[in-house]
């Protein structure tokens, strides 16, 4: 599976709100371990993923529903 983030500078910006360690943060996306698949997809066809570890989930989306123009108001309200 390749992970491409739609907002990289977004994401950095979670991670730093909510004290995620960056180190730690990658381990848990890109390391040895498997991401496991949730057993069913959401109602949208986006299928969820979660760390080993349980700290992280990833949702696929597909380009048409990406709104990159959303994410720095989700910033400022945080």
């Known amino acids: 599976m390749v992970v491409t983030f739609i907002s990289p500078g977004c994401v950095r910006r979670l991670r730093e709100l ?7 943060y990658m381990l848990a996306i890109c390391g040895n371990a498997a991401l496991r698949e949730l057993s069913s997809p959401g109602k949208s066809g986006s299928f969820f993923y979660l760390t080993q570890d349980d700290r992280f989930m990833i949702k696929t989306v597909k380009k048409s529903e990406v ?3 959303c994410l720095p108001h989700l910033l400022l309200s945080c």
């Open 18 to 24: 909510f004290q995620v360690d960056p180190a730690d």
């Open 67 to 69: 709104k990159v123009s």
